[in-house]
DNA sequence: TTAAAGTCTATAGTAACTATAGAGTCAATA
DNA sequence: TATTGACTCTATAGTTACTATAGACTTTAA
């Protein structure tokens, strides 16, 4: 059995993100030392393992405490699986797509400005102010 | 001189973005009307809308109030709105191709599940659960 | 005059942590 | 054995940009 400290050590999770996942129960510490510390085996460190892989992924805390729960209960579909990925895999493309084209906007964005005027004559501000002129 | 829902409805934005926005020093009501109520004008609409702009663009509350800081500053120098319009495209480049790696990873993940399959032999979890033990 | 709609302040909630305070525990050294 | 330093505990507040509520007050129109 090891402490919260070792724990996060393995994992790479920091001591505080731990006791969040707790607090969100994610995972938890069956057993308590006699001076009330947390204790993991094994079993919490490929739990935690699984967490931050999901995590890299950005799913949220919420998906992955469903994916737990399915997880063990073997008689659950793969459906609700693929198809909290499918979602996912939406949400990230409509996110880069946004990004994309913010991307493009402030690229115009900075072309329109490049020596070194004072603010006065500045043609970045100079855009923001004609587009607002433009939507009102 | 119009109240704030006036504004609210010109600029689009909600009633408590625009209270929020006046908490955070980026807007305020130079007036108040007898009973209490926030006063604006047609400079306080062109504010607005800046604000709502640069936002569109994902620029944070906080560059925003240097914006409109330095907008006022006749003598500062445009490099100071060109460096941060710069980091902000780099900011954005980055999660672009973070989200864009993420993508290839989900759908990979994806495939390897497709039919209807009790979770116990969901490739997905399977994925999922290798990746732990190898980085165990 | 009264009712509805609008506004006021203050506070809490959202997501996923991070940081702190103040107290208690553990392990090793003097 | 005492004490020091490192670790852990709970509870609470802060982060970002809002959104949503409660309870009270103001304005407007019928």
Same mark, same amino acid.
């Given at each position: 059995m090891i402490k919260i400290g070792e724990l996060a050590k393995i994992s790479g999770c920091?001591?505080?993100? %731990?006791? +969040?996942?707790?607090?969100?129960? $994610?995972?938890? #510490?069956?057993? @308590?030392?006699?001076?009330?510390f947390r204790l993991y085996d094994h079993a919490d460190i490929e739990r935690?393992?699984? %967490?931050? +892989?999901?995590?890299?992924?950005? $799913?949220?805390? #919420?998906?992955? @405490?469903?994916?737990?729960?399915?997880?063990?209960?073997?008689?659950?579909?793969?459906?609700?699986?693929?198809?909290?990925?499918?979602?996912?895999?939406?949400?990230?493309e409509r996110r880069i797509a946004e990004l994309t084209l913010l991307n493009k906007q402030l690229k115009a964005l900075r072309r329109s400005c490049t020596s070194k005027r004072t603010v006065e004559h500045c043609g970045i501000l100079k855009q923001l102010n004609k587009a607002v002129s433009q939507s009102n």
């Open positions: 920091s001591v505080q993100t %731990i006791r +969040h996942y707790e607090k969100e129960q $994610l995972l938890s #510490a069956k057993l @308590r030392s006699d001076g009330n935690l393992l699984f %967490i931050k +892989h999901c995590r890299s992924l950005d $799913l949220s805390l #919420a998906e992955i @405490r469903q994916l737990l729960t399915l997880h063990h209960s073997p008689m659950s579909q793969c459906d609700d699986v693929n198809q909290m990925i499918e979602q996912h895999i939406e949400q990230v």
